[in-house]
Structures are given as C-alpha cells and as structure tokens.
C-alpha cells in the first residue's frame, strides 16, 4: 500500500506564548498548495505564524507539519522550505551573486549547479544585471527581490514570505507579485503576510485573517465572507417595483433590512444567507413580472470589508 | 529536481559553513575592535625596535623574559581574551543584532552541526589574527639585537622552543577563551556581564587556592610558557600542571562548554524584535 504524500501546510492546536505575552493562540489550520494571503494588522500574530512554521521559534503547544516534515527535521525541511523574512538585512559586503552562492553551497550544491541555481533565481526576480554589486548599494525593491531569490534558489516547493511588499514602489510591487504567482502557478505553495490588505486581496488564492493571536477566518476570500453569518451581506437591486421586492423580502427570516433608496428604483437588502435571498428574488421576480435592471453587491467582497466585519473598522484600518 | 539540492555529508557542509563564518569575522565591520587590539602589541614593538631602546643589553636575554611576561599579560589575558569575545560573542549576539543570523537556521542542516560550523570558523578567524600577531611580535622583539643575534637564538638557540610554547598556549587560549564566549553568546542577552565575571575570575587565577586555580584557563596556559615568571602577583602558587593534562583541561573544558552550546542551540528562537 503506497500513501499519498501529505500536499498541506498543517497547524494542529499551535500556541505560542512569549513569557506571559500570547503570540498565536490555539491555531489549527490545513493549508492547501496555491497562494495564500497571511493577513492583520501589526501584532496580530502573522510572523509570529511564519517563524513557527519556519522553524525559527518552537511553539509552547501543538505541532506543525509543512508536506508531513516537522520543522525538527532541517535536512529534510528546508530543502523544501524557502523563508524571507521581513527583516532587510545582508552581510557586510555581500553581493547579490555571493549571497545566493553562499546559500547554495550549504545546500550542498556543486560549482556548476550553484551557479546556474543562482543565475536562474537571478533572472526570476530580474536581478541579472545587478548581481555584483554590493546588497547594500541595492534600492529596497531590489533587496526585497534579491531575498526572493534567496529563498527560491534551491528550488523549494514552499515560500514563506513575511512582508515581501513592505516598502515597495508600484513597478517593484507588480514585479514582486508576479514572481510570487509564478511560482504558486506550479502547484507549489505561496504564504505572503502582509498588513495591507488589499494587497493580499489581489493576490490570493486563499486567506488567513488573523487578529489578537488568533484565526478569525480562512479559506477562499468569497467563502470567507459567506461564513459570516453574523453580519449581512448587503444588495442593491434596480428594479422597476422595489416596493414589491421589499415586501417580499421582510418574509424572509434571513433578511435584516430591506430599504429603498433615495435613487429611484433602488432598493438595498441586508440578509445572513445571500444564496437563500437569490433564489426568492428569482421567484418574486418571476411571480410579479418585475424587471430587473442590477443586481449587485452593495459592500464588494475584498478582504478590507470581511476584515472589518469580523474584527471592526479599527483592526481592518490598521 | 525540486526540493534543493543533492544529499551531501555533514562535513562539507560544516566546513563551507565555517570557511563563510570566519571570512565574515575577519572582513566585517565587527572585526575592527580585533585589528585594534592587534595593532597595539605590534605598534609598541614597532616602536620599540625603531628606537633600540635595549639593543646593546646583553644579547637576547633580557627580550626572553619580556616575551614571557609580554605573552602572558598582554597578548593572552589582553589581545586574545577580548578578541576572542569580540569574535565569538559576534558568531551568534552579532547575527542576531544584524539581524542576519536566520539565514543559518533555515539552512538543511541540524542546528547543532551550524553552531560546530559557526565555531569552527570563529577559530579558524582567531587563529589567523592571533598566531601571525604572535610570531610578528616575536619577531619585532628580538629586532633590535641584529639579525645575526636574531638567526642563533632561532636556530640554534632557544627560539624553537619558546616559539612553540607560545604558539601552543595561544592556539589552547583562543579554543577555550572562545568556547567561552561562543557559549555566552548563544545563553545571554546581555554577554557584557558573564564577560566582565569571567575577566575578574581569570584575573584572580594567582590568588585562588590550587583547586580553584585549577578551573582557570590562565592556570593552565602557564604549563605552555617556556620562560619561567618571575614571582609577584603574577605568581602562581600551585605547581603547573603537565602539558598534556594542561592540554586535556582545556580541550575537555571546551568541549563540555561546546555540548552546552549545542544543547542550547536547538532550542535556540530568533525573535529580532526582542533582541
């Protein structure tokens, strides 16, 4: 019997505790391969996530598995792991080119390898032309870059990423993305944090929103926002007889508000199950001969807005 | 292939990782306080041996003695004690202040083989600074006598000896002087006080009983000096100890600081931010 190789990141019942100070609290996830947006404001326990799964920390309790490896086993772990951190620091004197060698020659990589290794994660992250001259002469997107070559030149089937877009211009910012989604698009894994968060709105796959050290949500960010039951999602319908949809719509236990709007024709509904509200308004449609001129989200569905309702317009802000 | 990289031995490894470790003590800017500490023994004796302040005292007899006590104050409880700190609190406090020291811990190899690494290259970075400083200053000593008084006592004389002696006593100095600070480095936050203790402790070898002389790296390295001190506060008030066990205490001492170094290693967190 053969098993199937474990393709997750894996959280189980991780706490870290600095002292007295929490840094996540009881995180259980499974995090599948694709590109996923680690997101929160400052303290909310992202790098505190990242340098656990990195091996840089140990965590008080629970474990932490990436492809079935735990971080305790590094001759393994790291040749499938690339980490960069958040931190813009080199060696004194070190070039890009020395920088990636000394890397790889610790991956026990020969001449010939190394320095094909390192042309090639040089011209991923499109450092050629600069790859002699000292770090420390480098703008802040070419050392964010250079760290992503750093942490892709051996070739490893997991990035973490703390922060690559901090500091970034535009130009820089796309590149660095496009890298980032290069590299998911091979079926391997992409975990960004970032505070912004738009950002990781335009660039995930999936999100994990995290606040005071704790998961609030995850998943794809359209099912993220369809577990909040709590708060209603809201809809603009124009339409030719609001007034009938809006009496229709208060029958529904799900809908919280109906309302029509100063703009003629416009009514917004506030409901807890979206789908639900969809299929009546076809029937009400369909029964009344109500034309229907848009049917659209009034809140769109970026991270910002899941972000502030799960956690409040000062966390999301941020 | 994915996942980086061919299987290779622990030993190239380790090697690479301290040949990196100990160009980057000797070529950064952290290195400074070593050539400091270095350019001082050196320009005395420069000095000295332009202006011939004892060129015609008898032979090379009075430099003998002085070498002996210059070797013991000055170079291994001076130049190689705070260049030993300076070099091994670096390998861990220095990264970890740099902000570097991450890169090595997500590296595929156990935490306890990059420490060895780090070590390694720390001594190899010590030695290189240290034993030419000693054979320079040996050199620069006997100068001012002439150099044909300068090729007897080389070749025919004493020189070999003595040259050996302090060659050795200083190779033990910075193994044991570095496991040391290596230690400290990975235990303490704050190494300026465990530096200033084990400084104080050294320093009192001459007036501690035998037993406690005993747990002294100074006491030991006296069993390597050819020239016999003359008594005073330097005086050590215990026999020396044979060479061989000198040289197993200290060995076996750096060892036993370096399998706590290794212990502390893998439980070993980088938490910039509270460093």
Redesign the interface.
Known sequence: MTSTPDTTISFDDVSKF?GEVLGINHVTLRIPPGLTGLVGPNGSGKSTLL?LL?????PTAGEIHVLGLPPSR??????????C?Q?D?????ATGWSFLL?????????RR?REDRAWASLDQVGLREAAKRKIAGYSKGMRQRIKLA?AIC????VLVLDEPLNGLDPIARTEMIDSMKEFASKGRHVLVSSHILHEVDLISDQVILMHGGSVVAEGEIRSVRGEITSHPVQVLIRSDNPHTIAAEAFRLDHVVEARILEEEGTLLVRTRDADAFFDSLQTVVLENNIEIETVTPADDETVDAVYEYLIGPEGAGS | ????????GLL??LL??AR?DSL?AL????AIPVYLLAAMPLSVLALRAVFRPWANEGGTGAPVSMIGLGVHLFMLRFVVFFGCATIFINLVRGEML???L??R???????EAVFAGKYLGGLAAALSVFLPLALGCYFLLHLPHGFDAMSSHFFSGQGPRELLGYTTAILLATTAYGAFFFTIGLFSRSPLVPVGLFLAWEAATPFLPPILKAMTVWYHLMSFNPVPLENGVLAVMADPTPTWLATVGLVGGSALLLSAAAWRSR?L????T?D
């Open positions: 600095y340098n990195a091996g840089l920390i140990q590094p001759n393994e772990f790291f040749r499938q792991v690339g980490y951190t931190y620091s080199f060696s004194d004197g000394d890397t790889l020659s610790l991956h026990g990589l020969g390898e750093q051996h070739d490893p089937q | 292939m994915s996942g980086g990289g061919a299987r290779v190239p490894q690479t990782l990196q980057r070529w950064s800017r952290r740099d902000r570097t991450h890169y811990l997500v590296l595929p190899m156990r935490r439980t967190e980088i938490n910039y509270l």
